[in-house]
Nanobody, 119 residues
Framework: VQLQASGGGLVQAGGSLRLSCVVS????????MAWYRQAPGKQRELVAT???????NYADYVKGRFTISRDNAKKEVYLQMNSLKPEDTAVYYC??????????????WGRGTLVTVSS
């Protein structure tokens, strides 16, 4: 099982970016999916989660600005980020709880995509 994130880049404060993450491999089902981020010198923190049924949760610091969504058929999760702030600068990681062939249920992480917000 592999997770591949994309969509990061450099954007000015107030701008928008859309991150994508696709799950591949021998999979029965993808359950909860999430985005985390890790800023330089800081611990990794949760940004948002989405269940297979579409229920979402957000960290307070992104509520109203970020939207998580998913496409179950494509095994993809997205993070639409609007009104970006310099403090949103971080490497963004996707995570998925996957029921994989042979392995069974396990959490998998993508490698991360860098988002840089300039002031």
């Amino acid at each position: 099982v592999q997770l591949q994130a994309s969509g990061g880049g450099l954007v000015q404060a107030g701008g928008s970016l859309r991150l994508s993450c696709v799950v591949s491999g021998s999979i029965y089902e993808v359950n909860d999916m999430a985005w985390y981020r890790q800023a330089p010198g800081k611990q990794r923190e949760l940004v948002a989660t989405v269940t297979r049924g579409g229920t979402t949760n957000y960290a307070d610091y992104v509520k109203g600005r970020f939207t998580i969504s998913r496409d179950n058929a494509k095994k993809e999760v997205y993070l639409q980020m609007n009104s970006l702030k310099p403090e949103d600068t971080a490497v963004y990681y996707c995570k998925a709880n996957v029921d994989a062939v042979v392995v069974g249920l396990k959490d998998y992480w993508g490698r991360g995509t860098l988002v840089t917000v300039s002031s």
